[in-house]
């Protein structure tokens, strides 16, 4: 199966659970939280879509009460027809920032195209299935301990930017994973409980720990494929696999994300994806220096033809140390034809901490690609 000759007519989800503009966020929730969604369309009396909403907009918006309108939260979300390309999809998704994407026909949403629906056509696509596990993982993982508080575990996933994070127990062995939908449910019946308190006179708020809403662990071991590890998503309807060495020790972890830039690779987009999260800033001026630089080193690693690039992207997390400035954390993962690149940096000076997880990214592909020539002239 090719990304580049599927259309997403024939992945999309045509039985399409919507929220009507007017209905509480409340009753939004409940929607997600029975069939399972991260994000749902909006859509007016004419079912026509004119908005969406995901629990990333939840979670920032944790203040509203549950009978505030789904207007209040929604946003607007990229648009697909039916007749695009499955690559052109993911791309897209990928750029955008979302999980799923409307189908429409005119105004009219016709269907639903989600990762959930891409990850389920990765065993067909033996090229992309046979990958090893540790080719696309992302390592050292950040995980929760399971007597952490709920608030914690929402917040990392905000930074990371993901669904789900690993829960391990006192001796660091995986125990479970909490997802995002046990969360926003624990917090959103907790301020219930909070403002029904506060009427009763009660002062006392109760913490929950992730150990009461995680799910079981879902995870393969090292020397699994990434169709293994997809296999265990769809299984537990799960947004990460986890990786577990020696003891259930967690190694890395394979996201949705991660298989749909596979499946991406697949499909052989022209030029460099390159793609920065986390980077609240409202002035351009950061993102252009940055891309410059980033322009720099692709022009650097494209001389390097045993390694051509592919997707690039960048997370940045700020970190308000009191009484100081925000210092800054730049992880970054440089995606090849032949393999997967990680680079970490920490600074008070974005532009510092970029220069340095690229210059990390250059020594590191310089080093596999002088080893791979070195096995080239002892092999031949």
């Given at each position: 199966m090719n990304p580049?000759?599927?259309?997403?007519?024939?992945?999309?989800t045509t039985d399409v659970v919507v929220a009507q503009l007017g209905e509480p966020i409340s009753k939004v929730i409940s929607k997600m939280q029975e069939h399972g969604f991260h994000e749902i369309p909006v859509v007016n009396e004419k079912n026509e879509l004119v908005g969406y909403v995901n629990y990333r907009a939840l979670m920032r918006r944790k203040s509203l009460p549950l009978y505030a309108r789904v207007e209040n939260i929604m946003?607007?979300?990229p648009t697909l027809k039916k007749d695009t390309t499955l690559a052109e999809a993911?791309?897209?998704?990928?750029e955008a920032g979302y999980r799923s994407l409307p189908v429409v026909e005119g105004k009219k949403i016709v269907g639903i195209i989600s990762r959930s629906d891409i990850i389920r056509l990765v065993p067909k696509m033996k090229e992309v299935a046979n990958i090893p596990v540790e080719d696309v993982m992302t390592s050292e993982p950040e995980v929760v301990e399971e007597d952490t508080p709920v608030?914690?575990?929402?917040?990392?996933?905000r930074k990371l930017g993901e669904l789900s994070v690993?829960?391990?127990?006192?001796?660091?062995?995986?125990c479970g994973v909490v997802h995002t939908r046990d969360t926003?449910?624990?917090v959103w019946r907790a301020k219930d409980?909070?403002?029904?308190?506060e009427m009763a006179g009660e002062k006392e708020k109760k913490i929950i720990r992730v150990k009461e809403v995680m799910s079981p662990p879902v995870y393969v071991d090292e020397n699994a494929t990434l169709g293994d590890a997809v296999e265990k998503m769809i299984e537990f309807k799960s947004h990460i696999c986890v990786v577990v060495g020696k003891d259930m020790l967690p190694i890395g972890v394979v996201s949705q994300r991660d298989v749909i830039e596979?499946?991406?690779?697949k499909g052989k987009p022209e030029g460099v994806f390159v793609q920065i999260t986390g980077l609240d800033v409202e002035d351009m001026e950061p993102y252009w220096s940055i891309y410059n630089m980033v322009e720099s080193f692709l022009n650097k690693i494209n001389r390097f033809k045993e390694f051509k690039p592919q997707l690039l992207t960048f997370h940045v997390e700020e970190h308000h140390v009191q009484g100081q400035e925000i210092k800054y954390s730049v992880r970054a993962r440089l995606t090849t034809d032949k393999k997967l690149f990680f680079a970490k940096s920490y600074d008070w000076n974005i532009y510092r901490a970029f220069k340095e997880v690229l210059e990390i990214l250059e020594r590191n592909v310089k080093k596999e690609r002088e080893k791979l020539l070195e096995f080239r002239r002892v092999t031949l």
């Open positions: 580049n000759t599927i259309k997403v007519e024939e992945v999309m946003v607007k979300p993911v791309r897209l998704m990928l608030e914690y575990a929402i917040d990392l996933m690993p829960v391990v127990d006192k001796n660091r062995k995986l926003a449910r624990a409980r909070e403002s029904l308190g596979a499946v991406m690779r």
